[in-house]
Each structure stands twice: as C-alpha cells, then as structure tokens.
C-alpha cells in the first residue's frame, strides 16, 4: 500500500455520511467546481463546446492534483520532520488557540437555540412524531455511534443561526486551518458542526478519541463560571486544554488522540467542527 493511500485510511474513524452530510458534501463540490470556472474564465462556456468541456475536465483533474497533494504532505508532516523552509503544520502539534471567533451576544444565541430545538425535539417525540435517539431534554445522543455524544447539528438550528456560525468559522477559524495544513482554503469543507452540551446530570466528559476528519475545533459558548471541570485533554502532551474566554477556539490535528474531561457541575456548551477536504 502506498504512503498516500496508508495516511487516507487513517481517515477511516468516523461513522458514515447521513444523507443531509452527503447532500451537503455534493452542494460544496459544485460550488468549489463553480469556483474553479469562474476563476479561470471559463463559466458558461463548458457547456457549449468540446474544447470547453476539455478544458474543465484538465481544470477539475488538475485541482484535484493538487488536493491529493496537499493533504499528502500534510498526512506526513511531524514536528520532527519538516518537509520544506517554514513548512510548520498542525500534525501532531500542540492546539492552536484562535480567540474572539464569537462575540459573548453571538454564544449565548446559539445556546439559547440549541436549547429551543431540543425543546421542540422533546415534544415532537412525546407526541410520536419521530423516532430519533434522545436525551430527556430532548438533545440528540446517538448521531456519533462509536462516541456519541449529547447535541444538537447545526443544521438544526435557524437558518439565521447557521449563516452566522457558517460565516465566522468562514472569517476566523478557515485561514487558520488552511495556513496550519498547507491546503487552500477553497478546499475545505465543514465534515460536521454540532453544539455539544456537557453536564453533571447527564453526559459528563467524552473519552479518549479521534476525529474522522483532519482538523477538528471547538468553541467554548458559556463562560467557566457557569460549570466545573471539563476541558481537551491531549494524550500526546499529557495535559487539557482550555480556551481562556467565551468564542474563543481550540484547533488540533483530529487525529490526535483527544478525550473532554468530565465536568463535576454545571453545564458547559462548546461548538465542535470537523474539518476535511471537498472531494472533487
């Protein structure tokens, strides 16, 4: 088995799409494809000639190219090895901590909704309307078989609610990833985005772990008072990992081995992204 092909399967951790993640996955192909002929001046032409639809197809062969390139290099960069001058990645390195992605107003929205759909999920499933996995309050708990945990999809949420976690993940955690991996930043895709809610009463902590993705993040939406314990704990490092405020972020390589440490009381709420590469 080639080096390539050995770092893909290490990608092999995550359950499978459901069907919104692969519509979602398509619409983000066509708009990188779209991209790619606007670039290149060649939107609206690739349909009416030959030499059109030749030039789209070495276009999309030779971005594709590139992909498997850049996520190659970033496969087997270390700490240890740099491949080339200044070429630092976030593969196995210590979390990089992005402050200031949500304003205090911004978090407590997106609780406040996470809470409504879990809500409306609980009533719903009283009265039979669905069959879905729930927790008492109504949270999803089994949308991550082999680590389920307690939350809510963003997908879930209002639609104004998901422009704006879409849009500052976009403006402030996207570079960050693309600058730490090498890979462009049209490439990147959002694998899933959820809120996740830790508790005494109900899920504590998340155990040792790993993303199926190659970069993970999470954003602390409440503030430290409201709940103790909890944190990233990084096996690698031997130590957690605590964002400082409200909105500010924890970006790791997802393959590390990772785990949330309990929370002992209160609730703490923290936005997680999964980070990959649009397959095109």
């Known amino acids: 088995m080639s080096a390539e092909a050995e ?4 990608f092999n951790l995550f359950d499978e799409l459901t069907k919104e993640e692969i519509q979602y996955l398509e619409f983000r192909k066509l708009e990188h494809i779209e991209k790619v002929n606007t670039i290149l001046n060649l939107h609206g032409k690739t349909n009416s000639t030959e030499e059109g639809r030749d030039g789209q197809e070495t276009t999309i062969n030779s971005r594709r190219e590139l992909l498997s390139k850049q996520r190659l290099l970033f496969n087997l960069s270390t700490n240890e090895h740099v491949v080339g001058s200044n070429y630092r990645t ?8 992005v402050e200031n992605v949500f304003k205090e107003d911004e978090c407590q929205s997106v609780i406040h909704d996470a809470i409504c759909v879990a809500n409306t999920n609980l009533k719903e499933h009283q009265r039979g309307l669905d069959n879905e996995s729930l927790t008492e309050e109504g949270w999803y708990s089994s949308r991550h078989s082999s680590f389920p945990t307690t939350d809510v999809p963003v997908n879930k949420l209002p639609k104004g609610t998901q422009e704006l976690i879409y849009e500052r993940i976009d403006e402030k955690v996207f570079p960050i990833v693309s600058q730490l991996t090498h890979i462009d930043r049209d490439f990147l895709i959002f694998r899933d985005v959820f809120i996740i ?3 005494k009463e109900g899920q504590k902590g998340l155990v040792l ?3 199926g993705c190659l970069v993970s993040f999470n954003i602390l939406l409440n ?21 400082n405020n409200i909105g500010d972020a924890i970006v790791h390589d997802a393959r590390m081995e990772h785990s949330g440490l309990d929370v002992s009381a209160g609730c703490r709420y923290i936005l997680v992204g999964f980070v990959d590469t649009v397959h095109i």
Request: no cysteine.
């Open 7 to 10: 770092a893909e399967n290490e």
């Open 90 to 97: 976030l593969r196995n390195a210590e979390p990089i901590l």
């Open 197 to 199: 809610k830790y508790s």
């Open 209 to 211: 772990h790993t993303d």
């Open 223 to 243: 503030p430290k008072t409201d709940f103790e314990g909890g944190g990233t704990y990084f096996k690698l490092f031997d130590r957690a990992y605590h964002p």
